[in-house]
C-alpha cells in the first residue's frame, strides 16, 4: 500500500525542512492549535500566536508552515539569534477565555523554550499576560509587565528606513522631501510612519477604511484618498501597512509608483508570477518580512532579556543598510529582491549549521 504522498504531513513539511510540527489539543475545554517550528539553526524559534476560524485543519497547517518559515527568514535577515517558529489557534476568537488562553499556555511551557510565543492576529496583550502566568517563554509583554509594549514603533521605523534605502537607491540620495507617498491603512504602524514622514516634509497620501483611525490623523497634513481610487494617481512610494496580498496581478495592473515598501505581512500574492510582473513594470519593492522586522527585533530582545528601547531602535535602524545588501544582491545575481532577501537569509542559516 505505502502512504499516499499526497495527503502526507511529512511532505508538506519536507519542502522547507521543517524541524518539529506539534498539534495540541484539549477536547474538554475546546482547544486545538498547531505550533510549528521551523528552524533553530540560530535560536529558539519565536514568533506570534494567531486565531482563526480556519475551514480546515489543513488550511491551519498550511498556514503555520508559511508563517514560521517566513519567521525563520525574518529574524536571519534581521541578524538575530533566533529561530522561526509560529503557532494558531483554531477556531473563533470569541470562544477565547482566560482558561482557554491558560491551557494554551500550557502547551507552550511543554516545549520548554524552543518556541517562544507574541501576539498576532485576534491575540490580545491580555492574552499574552495570561501566557505568561504558565509560561515564561512569552515576549512582547506590556511595560508593566516587564516587556518593551508595543512594537509599532520600531516596526514604523524599520519600514521607514527601508524606505529611505530604496529612494537613495533610485535617486542617489535619501531625501523624501517633495516624495508623493502613499500609505495603505493607518492602524499602529502606518500612523506612525506617516509622522516619519512628514518630518522630512514628504507629500503623504493616506488610504483607511476605518473612519476613526482617519479621525486620528486628520490634523496632520495627508491628503485623504478614497480606498475605491487608490491607484488612481503615480506615486513615488506606496507603503502597504494593512494586510496581505495586496500586490497582486490585478493590483498590479493599476499601480503606478517606483517603490513598494511596507509594512503588512505577506504583501505577494505568490512568489513567482508576481515579482515578475513588479520587475517588467520597473517597480522596486521591498520585501515585508525584511523591512518589518522591527517588532521581531522589539521581542527578541525581551528573549534574550535586554529591556533597552534605544538598542531596540538602534539595530531596526540598521534595516536601511540590510535593504541596500538586498538591492545588490538582486541586481548582480539577477534576481527579484524577494528572492534575493530568502537567498541571503538562508545563506546565514546554512553557514551557522555548519558551527
Ligand atoms: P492595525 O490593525 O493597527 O492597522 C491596520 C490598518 O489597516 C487598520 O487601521 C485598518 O482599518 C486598515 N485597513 C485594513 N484594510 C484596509 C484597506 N483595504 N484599505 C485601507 N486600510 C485598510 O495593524 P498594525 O499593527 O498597524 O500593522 C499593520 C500591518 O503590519 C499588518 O499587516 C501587520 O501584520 C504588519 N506588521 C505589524 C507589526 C507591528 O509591530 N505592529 C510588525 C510586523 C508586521
Given at each position: 500500500m505505502g502512504i499516499d504522498e499526497n495527503n502526507s504531513v511529512f511532505k508538506k513539511i519536507k519542502n522547507d525542512n521543517h524541524e518539529q510540527i506539534v498539534f495540541c489539543n484539549d477536547d474538554k475545554i475546546g482547544l486545538k492549535a498547531i505550533i510549528g517550528i521551523h528552524n533553530t539553526v540560530l535560536g529558539p524559534a519565536i514568533g506570534?500566536?494567531?486565531?482563526?476560524?480556519?475551514?480546515?485543519?489543513?488550511?491551519?497547517?498550511?498556514?503555520?508552515?508559511?508563517?514560521?518559515?517566513?519567521?525563520?527568514?525574518?529574524?536571519?535577515?534581521?541578524?538575530?539569534?533566533?529561530?522561526?517558529?509560529?503557532?494558531?489557534?483554531i477556531g473563533d476568537p470569541k470562544i477565547k477565555s482566560e482558561k482557554f488562553i491558560k491551557r494554551f499556555g500550557e502547551f507552550i511551557n511543554d516545549l520548554n523554550g524552543k518556541y517562544w510565543t507574541a501576539q498576532d492576529v485576534n491575540m490580545t496583550t491580555q492574552d499574552i499576560v495570561w501566557i505568561k502566568e504558565k509560561s515564561k517563554f512569552v515576549v512582547g509583554?506590556?511595560?508593566?509587565h516587564g516587556g518593551l509594549?508595543?512594537?509599532?514603533?520600531?516596526?514604523?521605523?524599520?519600514?521607514?528606513?527601508?524606505?529611505?534605502?530604496?529612494?537613495?537607491?533610485?535617486?542617489?540620495?535619501?531625501?523624501?522631501?517633495?516624495?508623493?507617498?502613499?500609505?495603505?491603512?493607518?492602524?499602529n504602524v502606518g500612523r506612525k510612519l506617516v509622522d516619519h514622514l512628514l518630518s522630512e516634509n514628504a507629500n503623504v497620501f493616506v488610504c483607511e477604511i476605518n473612519s476613526k483611525n482617519i479621525d486620528a490623523i486628520r490634523d496632520k497634513k495627508v491628503t485623504i484618498?478614497?480606498?475605491?481610487?487608490?491607484?488612481?494617481s503615480h506615486y513615488d512610494i506606496i507603503s502597504p501597512c494593512a494586510l496581505g496580498g495586496t500586490i497582486n496581478i490585478d493590483s498590479l495592473k493599476k499601480i503606478n509608483c517606483d517603490i513598494i515598501a511596507g509594512a503588512a505581512n505577506n504583501q505577494l500574492q505568490n512568489d513567482n508570477e508576481v515579482p515578475e510582473e513588479l520587475n517588467r513594470k520597473n517597480i522596486l519593492y521591498i520585501p515585508d518580512f525584511l523591512i518589518n522586522a522591527g517588532g521581531i527585533i522589539s521581542v527578541y530582545h525581551e528573549q534574550i532579556n535586554e529591556i533597552n528601547s534605544k538598542k531596540v531602535m538602534e539595530?531596526?535602524?540598521?534595516?536601511?543598510?540590510?535593504?541596500?545588501?538586498v538591492i545588490k544582491h538582486s541586481e548582480k545575481n539577477s534576481l527579484s529582491t524577494n528572492s534575493s532577501a530568502i537567498q541571503l537569509a538562508k545563506d546565514r542559516i546554512k553557514e551557522n549549521s555548519k558551527k
Open positions: 506570534g500566536t494567531r486565531m482563526w476560524d480556519y475551514i480546515s485543519d489543513e488550511e491551519a497547517l498550511n498556514d503555520v508552515i508559511n508563517l514560521s518559515k517566513a519567521m525563520s527568514y525574518k529574524s536571519s535577515l534581521a541578524g538575530l539569534n533566533a529561530g522561526g517558529g509560529k503557532a494558531v489557534i509583554l506590556p511595560k508593566e509594549g508595543d512594537s509599532s514603533s520600531p516596526t514604523s521605523l524599520g519600514v521607514y528606513m527601508g524606505i529611505k534605502s530604496a529612494v537613495n537607491h533610485i535617486s542617489g540620495n535619501d531625501s523624501l522631501n517633495n516624495k508623493n507617498v502613499l500609505v495603505q491603512g493607518v492602524g484618498i478614497d480606498p475605491e481610487n487608490i491607484y488612481d539595530m531596526t535602524e540598521l534595516i536601511y543598510d540590510k535593504v541596500n545588501d
